[in-house]
């Protein structure tokens, strides 16, 4: 995980602050600093940057100090964040697993980004309803 948060913020070292959403913030967040300082120096800088959360539909399993402490509803800045959109279009998404499990892995590829991107087209339109 700490190389693709790394990897993923190689870019954008110039934001003013970050916010996470991970599903176990509460105990991945503990050494952190430390993880940074080791195995990724020159980017050890952005741990003071970051703020980080627990999903709300994740938080809900976690133990009350967990809620209290790292539920979008009481972090500075995060307003009505919810922080599990990405995972939404799965169940959506597994409808298309019948129809191209016996596709080559290109034309699969393919199918599977087309029905992503209707379903993101799709959401996009939706929200101007809101």
């Not at 402490?69 to 009481?74: C, E, I, P, S, V």
């Not at 499990?101 to 034309?107: A, L, Q, S």
Request: with cysteine.
């Amino acid at each position: 995980m700490d190389y693709a948060l790394t990897y993923s913020l190689t870019d954008y070292q110039e934001l003013r602050w970050i916010m996470l959403s991970y599903d176990i913030w509460c105990s991945y967040h503990v050494n952190l600093k430390k993880r940074f300082a080791k195995y990724f120096p020159k980017m050890a800088h952005l741990i003071d940057k970051m703020r980080g959360a627990i999903p709300k539909m994740h938080v809900k399993n976690h133990i009350e100090a967990c809620q209290l402490l790292w539920a979008f509803n009481y972090i500075k800045f995060s307003g009505e964040t919810y922080g599990e959109k990405i995972e939404s279009s799965w169940g959506e998404g597994n409808q298309a697993a019948g129809s191209t499990k016996e596709m080559n892995d290109g034309h699969r590829h393919d199918a599977l980004d087309d029905y992503h991107g209707y379903w993101n087209w799709c959401k996009l339109h939706k929200l101007c309803e809101y």
